[in-house]
């Protein structure tokens, strides 16, 4: 598995594509940052530096095999609205996880967040063969919780004092997990997101 943080594949879906992240993004991530964006999140990025560290902090663990950053570019312009990552991986025991997922606030609740975990769970159960993702979320973000549960997600439990925040909180971790033989409920639900989502348009 080597190669796949060395050549880190883009994955590709009908209407965006998600494209190894690297530091041409910084840019692009903090003009589509806002505050709301990191309201349960470890950390609050407000400046173009704290972008830089973040994204670098990404790469660097991808030059370490743990984390698979992506960052969400829509096919039809190429712009960049968001960006996601598989990290938490053990190939061992084919279990990974997806999270650290942001939009810009103009996508958020539209057809994007849908189709990113179409295509990234397609790529974790069916080209990486894992048999459990894992996603995680502040217990307090209910709306995270919810879009979780829409698709077939099933919750776990609650992780207690998880891990302190950049501001001192330290917060409980709602864990929710995919298994495989779950994935093609999970698929189909996500499929139907999208010819919802087309008939808005």
Not at 29 to 43: C, E, R, Y
Not at 103 to 111: E, L, M
Not at 139 to 150: H, T, V
Request: include cysteine.
């Amino acid at each position: 598995m080597n190669n796949l943080f060395e050549r880190q594949p883009v994955l590709e879906h009908k209407q965006l594509r998600l494209i190894p992240m690297e530091e041409e993004h910084i840019k692009d991530l903090f003009a589509i940052n806002h505050p709301s964006v990191w309201d349960f999140m470890l950390l609050r990025i407000d400046t173009l530096e704290k972008m830089e560290n973040w994204v670098q902090t990404a790469l660097k663990g991808r030059e370490n095999k743990q984390i698979l950053p992506f960052v969400v570019q829509l096919k039809e312009t190429g712009k960049i609205v968001g960006t996601t990552r598989i990290y938490g991986f053990d190939f061992h025991n084919r279990a990974c996880e997806i999270g650290s997922t942001w939009y810009a606030p103009d996508y958020q609740r539209s057809f994007v967040n849908s189709a990113c975990k179409l295509t990234l769970l397609r790529f974790c159960f069916e080209e990486l063969n894992m048999v459990r993702v894992q996603l995680k979320t502040d217990e307090r973000n209910i709306r995270s919780q919810r879009a979780m549960e829409r698709i077939g997600a099933k919750r776990e439990g609650i992780l207690r004092k998880e891990r302190i925040l950049e501001n001192g909180y330290i917060r409980n971790a709602c864990v929710y997990s995919i298994i495989s033989e779950e994935w093609p409920e999970v698929k189909q639900k996500l499929l139907q997101k999208e010819e919802y989502y087309k008939t808005q348009l």
